[in-house]
């Protein structure tokens, strides 16, 4: 039969304040299992309490540089942003590839973009010709950031494809 049987094996006569060093690890295991329940419900709580619209992507962004952007005649898409840029003739015009449907991204083909998902099909300015999208494909606004880049605003939109072209000073 041991001689203690409290949860530290601590003889509660002893008056000698200095604890065994069987209860300093005992006390040393349930800190280490304490710090380390708390580290996963804080963790987790964290993640719950930070507000999940810091998380999406800024609404405006940099395509580059004006000279950089307009040597390239045609049209690239920017998978990050999902995006067509189109550089003609010192203009630019940036499109979204978001389908309007359920938000898949578009893809382009000859006749304009076609929709992988359900089948949507736009023509080449982004206009309906097909499939269950209920909108077109609009174009963003393009400005002259303070830094010189090419700057777009998702928040800035328009289904105008004429007055969608951004002409940078170079
Ligand atoms: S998401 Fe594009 S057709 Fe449904």
Redesign the pocket.
């Known amino acids: 039969m041991p001689k203690y049987r409290n949860s530290l094996n601590v003889d509660k006569d002893n008056e000698d304040p200095r604890i065994s060093r069987r209860s300093f690890l005992a006390i040393l295991g349930v800190g280490a299992g304490l710090i380390g329940v708390g580290q996963m419900f804080g963790v987790s709580l964290l993640g719950f309490l930070y507000p999940s619209a810091m998380k999406v992507p800024p609404s405006t962004f940099s395509i580059g540089r004006p000279e950089d952007v307009l040597a390239r005649d045609g049209k690239i898409f920017d998978p990050k942003q999902r995006v067509f840029i189109e550089s003609r003739a010192g203009r630019v015009r940036i499109q979204t590839a978001v389908?309007?449907?359920?938000?898949?991204t578009?893809n382009e083909v000859e006749t304009g973009y076609a929709?992988?998902?359900?089948?949507?099909t736009y023509d080449q300015v982004g206009r309906v010709t097909g499939?269950?999208?209920p909108l077109p494909l609009v174009f963003y606004n393009a400005y002259l950031g303070a830094a010189g880049d090419i700057m777009v605003d998702k928040t800035a939109t328009t289904l105008d494809y004429e007055a969608a072209w951004f002409a940078p000073p170079v």
């Open positions: 389908c309007t449907h359920l938000g898949c578009v929709c992988p998902c359900h089948g949507s499939g269950p999208a």
